[in-house]
C-alpha cells in the first residue's frame, strides 16, 4: 500500500469513472480521458499509477509546474486551471476547471453526498491523530473504513480525504484541525459527520487568539456540521467544558456523551497503569464496568480512548469487542512511537512526539515520561525539548511554566533547543539543566554523545523546530533499531 491513501485495503476498482467526474468538478475536457481514476494525489512524490492527480497551488509550489511529472508517473489524468491550461495542452488528459482548489472541494461534497458511512469527525488541542488513528483500528473490525492520511485535516486535507472515499465505505473518520478561527466550519459542513469529538482544548495557537475561550468557540465550530441529531462527544474533566456543552446545546446536535475522570461523565476513567509497551485501563462507560489494554503507553490515551469506545457504540459496535482490539493500537509516527535503541552497553528508549507540540501535549509526553517503569537503576529521564510555537505575547511564560512539571515527573536532565525553551531552561535547576542549543541541529550531537544503556528519552517540539532531527540522529547512532510501539 503507498503511504499516502488512506483505505485498509487498495482497490483497482475506480474510485470515480472518468465521465462522472466532470459534473462534480465543473470541469471541461482536453485531450479526451482513456482510464477512470482508482485513486487521487495531489502530490506527485506520491502519486501512484491510475491517480487523479489535482494541480493544487500550494504557499510554497505550484502543482502545475508537476502536472508533467504525474503524467509520467501514471496519472489518469489531471485537473488544472483554465489559467495554466493551454501551457499544457497536449500533456496528457485534462479535466479544466477555474480554480483546483475549489474543483477538489466539490467532488468531496460529490463523495460525502454519494456514501451511506457513519461518520465521525475529531478536533482538539492534542490528541486528534491518536485518536482518529484508534478510532479507525477499532471501526475496521466492523467494516470497510476511510479515514484521514497522517494529519491531513486541513483546508486541502479535508477534501482530499472526503474526494478519496469510495462509495462502499461503511465507516468515515475525518481529522479535523484549525489555528484560525472560522477554518473548521467549511470543513465540517463538507463532511457533514454524525459523530464529533473534541479531545480537549488547550492553550495552543495563542498568536491568532485573545484567550483559551476563543479556541473553545473556535472548536466549536464542529458542532455546525453534524447532522441534525448527531452526537457530540465531549471532555469532561476540560476545563472549557461548560462552554462547549452549551454551544453543543444550541446546535443540531441530538445528544452529548461526556468521557473522563469526572464522576459525572458517561465514559469514566477509574484507573490506568502504565507498562513499556502499553496502557491497562480500567473504566466505567455508560455503567458497564469494563478493563482492557491499549497497545502503547500514556494516560492521555487512555482518555481518549473512552471517546473512540463512546463513538464504537453509538455506531453499533459491541463494546467488549471494541475495547479489545486497542490492544492492536500503535502510536503514530512523531505522537509517541517508542523505539529500543542499543548502545555498546544495553538498549536505551527512545519515544518519539516530535511532530508537534503545545504546553499541553508536553505536559502530556512529561508526564508518559513519569509514569513509565525504568530499566536498571543506572537509568535516567532525559527530555529533550524544542520551542512551542504560535503562543502569542504568553509564549515565554507558557514555557518557563513547564519546570513545574519537569520536577512532578521525576525527569532527571532536560536538554532544549530553541529561544523560547531558552526559558524553560533558566527556571531548571542546575542539576537537572543538560545543554540549551540555539537549534535541534546544534543539540543533537550533544544528546547522541550522552545517552547510554537505561535511559528513557523522549523528544518532544512544535514541527518547526525540528525535533525530528535528534530522533534521526539517535536512530542513526545506534544500531539495531526496534520499533517498539
Known sequence: MRPELSQDQVSAEPLWTNLGLIGPLEARVSFGLSHSPTGISIDTR???????????QGDNSDGHDHVATAFEKGAAAAVVSEARADALNGVGPLYVVRDVLPALERLARAARARTKARIAAVTGSVGKTSTKEALRLVLADAGAVHASVASYNNHWGVPLTLARMPRDTRFGVIEIGMNHAGEITPLVAMARPHVVIITTVAPVHLEFFPNVEAIADAKAEIFSGLVPGGIAILNRDDAQFDRLSAAARASAAGHIATF?????????????????????????????????????????????SLAVLLTAKAFGLDLEAAAATLARFEAPDGRGRRFVLQTGQGPFTLI??????????????????????????????????????????????????????????????????????????????????????????????????????????????????????????????????????
Open 260 to 304: 473522563g475522570a469526572a464522576a459525572l461523565a458517561d465514559a469514566r476513567l477509574i484507573d490506568t497503569t502504565l507498562a513499556h509497551d502499553s496502557t491497562l485501563v480500567t473504566a466505567e462507560i455508560l455503567g458497564q464496568p469494563i478493563s482492557y489494554r491499549i497497545g502503547a503507553p500514556g494516560r492521555h490515551l487512555a482518555l481518549n
Open 46 to 56: 506520491t502519486l501512484a499509477d491510475g491517480d487523479l492527480f489535482f494541480a493544487v
Open 352 to 485: 518519539d512526539e516530535s511532530y508537534n507540540a503545545n504546553p499541553a501535549s508536553v505536559r502530556a509526553a512529561l508526564a508518559l515520561a513519569g509514569g513509565l517503569p525504568m530499566h536498571g537503576i543506572f537509568g535516567r529521564r532525559i527530555a529533550v525539548l524544542g520551542d512551542m510555537r504560535e503562543l502569542g505575547p504568553r509564549s515565554d511564560e507558557l514555557h518557563a511554566e513547564l519546570a513545574a512539571d519537569v520536577q512532578i515527573n521525576h525527569v532527571d536532565t532536560v536538554f532544549a533547543a530553541g529561544p523560547m525553551m531558552k526559558h524553560l531552561f533558566d527556571a531548571l535547576p542546575t542539576a537537572v539543566q543538560g545543554a540549551w542549543c540555539a537549534s535541534a541541529t546544534e543539540l543533537e550531537p550533544i544528546v547522541a554523545d550522552t545517552v547510554h544503556a537505561g535511559d528513557l528519552v523522549v523528544v518532544k517540539g512544535s514541527n518547526a523546530s525540528q525535533m525530528s532531527l535528534i530522533v534521526k540522529a539517535l536512530k542513526t547512532r545506534y544500531p539495531g533499531t526496534v520499533a517498539a510501539s
